[in-house]
């Protein structure tokens, strides 16, 4: 029992030391995304931090369609790069894990 | 043993049920980010859902500087969230795992 807590915990940390690996190289996972007719193109991180704006000069002529435009294009960047994260970060997270039925549902 | 186990699994699906109602929750937590001068501010989500981007007019007369103040209020408000988001997951996360030291720092 002693040395299975033993062995648990050194997969715990290892498990850890994996997770911020991760976390780092996701720094250099970069995303694209753009509104339909690509006036709004956004650029963006697997760790969600936004590199790029990108606005068509047409769109300054209307200031709320413009807002519109970036919520929209942003949420979708947003959504697409936390599923990135969550998938690289939740298979780290899994393999690393005590096998207990229904605990990697935790992580997703 | 087979005890514990069972009551391993009760408390895991009892934490998953809570986790899922937290991030519910966190749908309905706003918060306000505003560029130095308040030319730009964002509304977003706990969950990392931009709600709202008011802009001034006066940006509108520079494409680089507009999308230079989105980036980093943008930057802010979603890293805010992600604060809020991971305090308040982490937290219930933590409270319904078993206790293997180390364990919770793979919430952070």
Redesign the interface.
């Known amino acids: 029992m002693f040395g299975d807590?033993m062995g648990?915990?050194g997969k715990?940390?290892e498990?850890?030391q994996k997770?911020e690996a991760t976390k780092k190289r996701l720094d250099t996972v970069t995303l694209e995304e753009k509104s339909n007719d690509g006036f709004v193109a956004v650029t963006i991180t697997a760790n969600?931090?936004?590199?790029?704006?990108?606005?068509d000069?047409s769109l300054?002529q209307d200031?709320e369609q413009?807002?519109d435009y970036?919520?929209l294009t942003?949420?979708k960047a947003?959504q697409n790069a936390?599923r990135v994260n969550e998938t690289e970060l939740g298979a780290v997270?899994k393999e690393?894990m005590?096998n207990?039925?229904?605990?990697d549902?935790?992580f997703k």
Request: cysteine-free.
């Open positions: 807590m648990m915990m715990l940390k498990t850890q997770v969600r931090e936004i590199k790029k704006i990108a606005i000069d300054l200031k413009l807002e970036l919520i942003l949420n947003i936390t997270a690393g005590p207990i039925p229904g605990m549902s935790l």
